[in-house]
Antibody, heavy 117, light 112 residues
Framework: QITLKESGPTLVKPTQTLTLTCTFS??????????VGWIRQPPGKALEWLAL???????RYSPSLKSRLTITKDTSKNQVVLTMTNMDPVDTATYYC?????????WGQGTLVTVSS | QSVLTQPPSASGTPGQRVTISCSGS????????VNWYQQLPGTAPKLLIY???QRPSGVPDRFSGSKSGTSASLAISGLQSEDEADYYC?????????????FGTGTKVTVL
């Protein structure tokens, strides 16, 4: 059974750095072809892809947010970490992590992050 | 911001067929496969269709996908009340800006 779960702060202040952790089970991020990505969804709005890290440590970022994002993995802990710098109220959203096995085939439940002073 | 355009809403009565379009360009749908995700109210998205027309295990066969040129479609045959959800298309986009996984604008399906 594949599961993913996001964890991190629910409230961050403007200009702060957000750090989110995705802890997963049921698959290994050392398996060829597998990746873990992050997607966010502002309240009432569409999904937006943020970043993806592959089994071989290849990393991809949304061009519009690339300068603010860093994605890393700890294969031994089955975790993927996303950091986003210089947070702004427009970054308020539910952040999802998802396994990438071609498409994003398994998703976490999401975590709502609010950016406010 | 979304480069894949979907109609904001679609509706039908139980048993009807509903079709949702997804319009893109040569750098995304025109050169990559399309996936569809279903998001039930208050829940995380779920993969519904991958590689244009493939259904993951457990997805009912009343859901089908197709692609032609720079557009794709999702069809729901025999609409059921539990199909009331938001639907998103998605594809990789290989533009000059880089390698980008883009989602559609989303379509809310209402069962009348």
């Amino acid at each position: 059974q594949i599961t993913l779960k996001e964890s991190g702060p629910t409230l961050v202040k403007p200009t702060q750095t957000l750090t989110l952790t995705c802890t997963f089970s049921g698959f290994s991020l050392s398996t060829s072809g597998v990746g873990v990505g992050w997607i966010r969804q502002p309240p009432g709005k569409a999904l937006e892809w943020l970043a993806l890290i592959y089994w071989d440590d290849d990393k991809r970022y949304s061009p519009s947010l690339k300068s603010r994002l860093t994605i890393t993995k700890d294969t031994s802990k089955n975790q993927v970490v996303l950091t986003m710098t210089n947070m702004d109220p427009v970054d308020t959203a539910t952040y999802y992590c998802a396994r990438f096995g071609g498409p994003f085939d398994y998703w976490g439940q999401g975590t709502l992050v609010t950016v406010s002073s | 911001q979304s480069v894949l355009t979907q109609p904001p809403s679609a509706s039908g009565t139980p048993g009807q067929r509903v079709t949702i379009s997804c319009s893109g360009s040569s750098s995304n749908i025109g050169s990559n496969t399309v996936n569809w995700y279903q998001q039930l109210p208050g829940t995380a998205p779920k993969l519904l269709i991958y590689s244009n027309n493939q259904r993951p295990s457990g997805v009912p066969d009343r859901f089908s996908g197709s692609k032609s040129g720079t557009s794709a479609s999702l069809a729901i045959s025999g609409l059921q009340s539990e199909d009331e959800a938001d639907y998103y298309c998605a594809a990789w986009d290989d533009s000059l800006n880089g390698y980008n996984y883009v989602f559609g604008t989303g379509t809310k399906v209402t069962v009348l």
